[in-house]
């Protein structure tokens, strides 16, 4: 910070004069309505954990009158621990014989009058890859957690941990805790963002997100097992929610609130957002269960789910079961990726298995998911749809042809047996298009969701 015009005394005042109001987003105001804003620290992000990047700047003018509120470089307003914005008085020479560091300018930024009381009722679920960690590593992985409970703004110094270290951790807590779903993806060595500060605004979003929650954990507690459970909360992810690419990080579309709190019929999130759904659900029913992100195989960024299923790991995608077509249908359902092992998907569709790439060009690893080598619990699998024969493996496929035809949904989808039985069936895709067409409204099938490693067999059927 080249520049600083706040004396001393001014600051001694602000601490001491702190106000209540809390953040709107936006700059403050001067008395004649021009924007001031203050440049009170380097917010520059070296990353972003849903996989944007880039820097952010703020510029620096002189204060002239009245108080004027702290905003970081984004211009939103800073906010202690309560809440509450911080504010200044606003003085009239540019320049003062004492001049504020750095630290100081932080300290007014985390003083406090006042300790947040979020009451967020931790889970008691097994995290995995906790008990991966050091333990110093697990100490700052507590710190972390107890100060975004506690809505605190630095937890240590920037030369505390290198970003490798710090994005590791800070990467694992915003993944593996989705109750902290007011947490924002910016990393910045030993600071902690969010997407709000008012404990009213968490509390009230809580109560919504909760509303929605219990009601799926009441349904799955009438369940025998623990495949049956999880289909209850991967239907209704599927079917309740909406693709769609973050907005920024001041966006909920990456958190469990745009899945289940926002009011919207059809809840607008991004990968992070049905994993750490399906994540939270999880700790509220007892299943043990982890949200492992990665690439797709054309370089995006992804995130899914690593579920215990009757003691046996087990993959879980509920983003690429969504019937994201177009037009959508949200009729439709698919269980391609409901508890399947690493072999169908790793290194084939699900890259860089549970790293973040840097700004830099850098990865690093949160740590190893449990290895997924069974079936068993596979949807296709356990439901008895695998078909052995090419003849039995014909008949079924058009069966379902003709079940999506009549429900008008999209999706009709077999698994076979071998990769023989695959390709025939494969092969006459042309002959099951004219089938397709014979059925009212349909103008054909598409077989591009078909997956060979999978031995997956699927038909986008097309509608007029």
């Not at 706040?6 to 702190?18: G, H, K, T």
């Not at 239907?235 to 966006?251: A, H, K, P, T």
């Not at 899914?304 to 077509?325: A, E, F, I, Q, S």
């Amino acid at each position: 910070m080249k520049k600083k015009f706040l004396s001393v005394l001014a600051f001694i005042m602000a601490i001491s004069m702190m106000a209540a109001g809390c953040s709107d987003n936006k700059d403050p105001e001067t008395a004649d309505g021009s924007e001031t804003s203050i440049k009170v620290i380097n917010n520059n992000a070296e990353t972003d954990l849903d996989g944007n990047t880039g820097v952010t700047s703020a510029t620096t003018t002189a204060v002239t009158e009245e108080m004027v509120t702290l905003t970081d470089a984004e211009g939103n307003a800073v906010t202690g621990v309560d809440g509450n914005a911080i504010t200044v008085p606003a003085v009239t020479t540019a320049v003062s014989t004492g001049t504020l560091s750095d630290e100081e300018i932080e300290a007014a930024m985390t003083s406090q009058t006042t300790e947040a009381n979020l009451n967020i009722t931790r889970t008691d679920t097994e995290r995995y890859g906790y008990s991966t960690l050091t333990a110093e590593e697990k100490k700052l992985y507590d710190d972390i957690v107890n100060g975004i409970e506690g809505l605190k703004y630095k937890i240590c110094e920037e030369d505390a941990y290198s970003i490798e270290e710090w994005t590791k951790i800070y990467g694992m807590v915003y993944n593996q805790e989705p109750r902290l779903f007011y947490m924002n993806s910016r990393v910045k060595v030993g600071k902690l963002f969010y997407t709000t500060k008012s404990p009213d605004a968490i509390h009230e979003m809580q109560t919504a997100i909760d509303a929605v929650a219990d009601k799926l954990i009441s349904e799955a507690a009438g369940k025998s097992s623990t495949f049956e459970k999880l289909k209850v909360f991967h239907d209704y992810l599927v079917l309740n929610s909406s693709f769609e690419f973050s907005e920024g990080d001041q966006s909920y579309n990456a958190s469990i609130y745009n899945a289940f709190g926002s009011g919207e019929a059809q809840g607008n999130i991004q990968c992070n957002g049905y994993a750490k759904a399906m994540q939270y659900l999880c700790d509220k029913a007892g299943i043990v269960s982890m949200v492992v992100t990665g690439e797709t195989d054309a370089g995006a960024s992804h995130a899914w789910n690593v579920v215990d299923v009757d003691g046996k790991w087990y993959n879980l995608d509920c983003t690429w079961d969504d019937p994201l077509m177009d037009p959508p249908n949200y009729k439709n359902i698919r269980y391609n990726y409901f508890l399947v092992p690493d072999k169908w998907i790793h290194n084939i569709t699900h890259m860089h298995v549970n790293q973040q790439k840097l700004s830099s060009g850098k990865y690093i690893t949160y740590f190893t998911p449990p290895a997924c080598t069974e079936t068993a619990q596979n949807y296709f699998i356990k439901s008895g749809y695998v078909y052995n024969d090419f003849a039995s493996a014909e008949t079924a496929i058009k069966a379902e042809i003709k079940k999506a035809a009549e429900n008008k949904s999209r999706s009709a989808h077999i698994m076979v047996g071998s990769k023989d039985v695959y390709d025939q069936i494969y092969a006459k895709g042309t002959e099951y298009q004219k089938y397709a067409r014979e059925f009212s409204g349909v103008r054909g099938i598409n077989n591009a969701a078909c997956s060979e490693e999978m031995l997956l067999i699927e038909f986008d059927v097309l509608y007029n």
